[in-house]
């Protein structure tokens, strides 16, 4: 019972919902599509079944550009002992303690 | 359902896993281990061991396919559903489960084995899906047990792998469960309103369903401790949270109590409460069915792998019409 394969495996789409007005879009997951059309229609089917949206992007997973977690430490780490970035690292008098 | 994954391994030499070599490898496995200990989560394209990848492929892969094969056997009564409210309830159940095999197989495909990979491991029988969706839809009362016990059962099982080391698969049972929880319900619901409502065929329709539907719901929590060999290693990593003896325990300490407010009784003459374990005690479970139904040879096995197999190379032209479609429009796009 084998199944013949398809010729050519619709490209991977990542999925971004806006759950409402005022927030951020969020990724939310990925599916396969041909076109851009088709993704964003099976972006609603698949992601926003029960309202989780009120705008939907979708982006060609190939199309992004990531950083490398092998190259977490190096990236990130450095940051760790800035922490006079940090309003808590400044003390100030009791009485200006809201600033 | 999910736990017979690793039960139903192949005992093929690659499944098992394999020394470590390089002193490189050997850091690496040892950070990750320790990130496993942490309780911290593994994203897609962190490294990992290449035993935990195949693992994660298998369970994640026979999960999705479980919930796309699963769609069959409900599938066969929405032209058959009584009323036009329980068409459109078991027409949103049945899109959910697409959804919840998309979701899935999303996952499995962050662990880079293609979307086209793991259909063909369904279609050839080599991936297994859950013993569940081989046995027969007879009635309307079948929708209803499924709810409450197939998709309690799967509940029961899915709560846990919330909790997995596998960000990709965590996330996705996260958005299963919220939804999964409208399935048991509606199915509980239909039960109920035939039995306080409906007429004494229809209650006997249920109490059949149930009848058919008990032993089958026990299996799929898969086999006893005692005969999970791989369980220890999907506890270490986190793969899997809870045995399956303990988690058929806690679904027969629900549903039995669950049954009392339907008013049926659950095929089981050795079922009683235990007043010192505070649990119930129950008949022995038919294993020999069990390995068949796994093996190939249930009630449907032949029927829904054909099904599936059918829709998939029906649909064949119209996937690469799509892409053709694609091709042609980003040409006339770059003119």
């Known amino acids: ?99 | 359902m999910y736990t017979q994954a690793m039960d139903t391994m192949g005992k093929d030499r690659d499944d098992m896993p394999k020394a470590v070599r390089s002193a490189d490898e050997a850091a690496r496995q040892e950070s990750f281990d320790a990130r496993i200990d942490a309780g911290e989560f593994i994203e897609a394209k962190d490294w990992v061991p290449e035993h935990y990848r195949k693992t994660l492929v298998r369970q994640i892969s026979q999960h999705a396919h479980s919930e796309i094969v699963g769609m069959l056997p409900e599938g066969n009564w929405i032209s058959r559903a009584p009323t036009l409210k329980r068409k459109a309830i078991l027409l949103a159940k049945v899109q959910d489960e697409a959804g919840h095999g998309l979701y899935l197989y999303a996952a499995a495909e962050t662990l880079g084995t293609s979307r086209d990979q793991l259909y063909e491991a369904l279609h050839s029988g080599k991936a297994k899906y859950s013993s569940i969706f081989n046995y027969p839809t007879l009635t309307w009362a079948d929708m209803g047990v499924i709810g409450w016990l197939v998709d309690g059962a799967a509940i029961m099982n899915q709560v846990p792998l919330c909790r997995c080391s596998y960000a990709p698969y965590a996330r996705a049972m996260v958005r299963i469960c919220r939804e999964e929880s409208f399935h048991q319900r509606q199915g509980f619901e239909a039960l109920l309103t035939m039995m306080t409502r409906g007429s004494e065929a229809q209650k006997a329709m249920v109490q059949d369903a149930v009848d058919r539907w008990w032993w089958p719901s026990l299996m799929m929590f898969g086999p006893p401790d005692s005969e999970s060999p791989n369980s220890e290693q999907s506890m270490r990593w986190g793969i899997k949270r809870i045995s399956n003896d303990d988690l058929r325990q806690k679904f027969v300490d629900a549903t039995v109590e669950q049954s009392k407010l339907l008013g049926v009784t659950m095929p089981d003459p050795d079922l009683r409460w235990n007043e010192e374990r505070q649990s119930y005690d129950f008949g022995a479970i038919d294993w020999k069915e069990f390995w068949q139904v796994v093996g190939g040879d249930g009630p449907c096995n032949r029927e829904r792998l054909g099904a599936r197999v059918k829709a998939w190379e029906d649909g064949a032209w119209v996937r690469d019409a799509a892409m053709a479609h694609a091709h042609k429009h980003s040409l006339k796009e770059a003119a």
């Open chain 1, 1 to 99: 019972m084998n199944a013949v394969p398809s010729k050519e495996e619709w490209p991977l789409w990542e999925v971004f919902v806006r759950s409402k007005a005022g927030l951020d879009h969020k990724h939310c997951g990925s599916l396969h599509a041909a076109d851009p059309q088709m993704a964003i229609q099976l972006a609603r089917d698949v992601y926003t079944r029960r309202q989780e949206g009120t705008s939907v992007w979708v982006v060609r997973s190939d199309q992004i550009v990531a950083s490398d977690p092998g190259d977490k430490a190096a990236y990130f780490d450095p940051m760790a002992d800035k922490i006079y970035r940090h309003p808590t690292f400044y003390e100030l008098p009791k009485s200006l303690d809201h600033m």
